[in-house]
């Protein structure tokens, strides 16, 4: 694939959540969406990351967006993290990397 550029149109893509929800990127259609993409959950700086968009997530929600973060790991991983961190968005699973190289991450 191409890599993307401004204003091109981002890949859709269909996986699950830390909950183990289906989630697709069309289902947020209407909506901005902060996609963001980290190698491991529960590590220094993933963490760090994931917490600075928690901390920030009510600024994010007020520009009608959302937060999904994205990484190799599996929905228990996620689910672990998620409540470790009280973070308020959904991780999203990328065990097989489809999601990154779509994005060319």
């Known amino acids: 694939m191409a ?49 600075s968009f928690r901390d920030s997530y009510a600024d994010v929600e007020a520009k009608n967006a959302v937060v999904l973060g994205v990484s190799p790991d599996d929905a228990t991983s996620h689910e672990k993290f998620k409540n470790k961190f009280a973070l308020p968005f959904p991780l999203l699973v990328d065990e097989d990397h489809y999601i990154a190289d779509a994005y060319g991450v």
């Open 3 to 51: 890599k993307l550029q401004a204003g091109d149109a981002a890949p859709d893509f269909q996986t699950i959540d830390d909950a183990g929800n289906q989630v697709k990127l069309s289902d947020y259609a209407g909506k901005n969406v902060v996609l963001y993409f980290y190698p491991k959950d529960d590590t220094p700086g993933c963490t760090k990351q994931a917490c």
